[in-house]
């Protein structure tokens, strides 16, 4: 049988080796790609910032905190559960008009990876930065920008000339801000511009009369090729008649036998001169009688 001396030795090994892997779990960290890693020590930053891949550090004394690198979006909307509030978070301001107007925007940014140990010094982390620098400037900028544009018209907040007014207001603020932080701000995207109901509602009726007042524009310019083109016709039947009734007087040899040839038929022929014109027709009556009087003389004579 094993001696005491033995067992207490097998269960020691046990422990140090059940203590080895904890260690060693401990110590191990893995920084996934996409972050950096800023090493503490007792909770404080030293400074150093680890790159993605696997790492070794102090059980319990150090820890490492990742930093998310890739570019970022904070986003508020009117619409529930998109933006980065479970509710809706749109922006509402107010026009010169004191209209309330809700404005969608979201925000691109990103951390320095070479500078995440200030970021995390400065802010912690992600989240506490979005909601203490970028939530309160963007709002403070959009409203301002907002009290000097109009509800309605022609530069009005929601045509572009008004989203691009509040872009550029947006940007420079933030920019501002970034300055002297640890962030590079990559885009500002006015999404929505959401006007009251009953604004909307003239916007719609008068964008549907201006689609009429089209249709009956292009309606009118219709009727107005169509009359040039009967105008265009006209003036060249005209043209022809006049060009025909020249080259006739030109060539009487032509006339004329026009001229028989439409008494053959028994038409009418209109013979242009000097003085306008003269009609001439040819009376198929008189010669079918003249004939039926010849034919019923020659029966006569032959009976005689």
């Known amino acids: 049988m094993p001696s005491a001396r033995q067992n207490a030795l097998a269960v020691g090994l046990g422990l140090l080796l059940v203590v080895s892997l904890v260690a060693g779990v401990l110590a191990y960290r893995q920084v996934p790609e996409g972050q950096a890693g800023v090493q503490k020590e007792w909770g404080a930053v030293t400074g150093t910032t680890l790159e993605p891949g696997a790492h070794w550090k102090v059980p319990i004394m150090t820890t490492v905190q990742g930093v998310e690198t890739r570019p970022r979006t904070y986003t508020m909307s009117a619409t529930e559960g998109e933006g980065e509030k479970s509710r809706a978070d749109a922006i509402t301001v107010k026009t010169v008009n004191g209209s309330s107007v809700d404005v969608d925007v979201t925000i ?3 951390i320095n990876p070479s500078q995440a140990d200030t970021f995390v010094e400065d802010w912690n982390r992600e989240q506490q930065m979005e909601a203490r620098l970028i939530r309160p400037t963007i709002r403070t900028v ?5 009290s000097s544009l109009q509800t309605t018209g022609t530069d009005a907040i929601y045509t572009q000339t008004g989203r691009a007014a509040l872009e550029e207001a947006a940007l420079g603020a933030l920019r501002e801000e970034f300055d002297d932080e640890p962030i590079t701000l990559e885009a500002v995207q006015i999404r929505n511009i959401d006007l009251p109901e009953q604004i909307d509602q003239t916007l719609d009726q ?3 009369a201006k689609q009429q007042v089209e249709v009956e524009k292009e309606k009118v310019r219709q009727e107005e090729a169509r009359a040039e083109q009967k105008i265009v016709q006209a003036e060249a039947d005209a043209e022809a008649i006049e060009i025909r009734g020249e080259a006739l007087r030109e060539n009487q040899v032509v006339l004329q036998q026009r001229y028989i040839e439409a008494l053959k038929e028994g038409e009418t022929i209109y ?10 027709t040819r009376d198929v009556t008189a010669d079918v009688d003249a004939e039926s009087t010849t034919g019923t003389n020659t029966t006569a004579n032959t009976t005689g």
């Open 108 to 110: 691109r940014y990103r």
């Open 142 to 146: 959009l409203r301002d920008e907002a």
């Open 206 to 208: 008068k964008e549907q």
């Open 271 to 280: 013979v242009p001169t000097e003085s306008g014109g003269l009609t001439l």
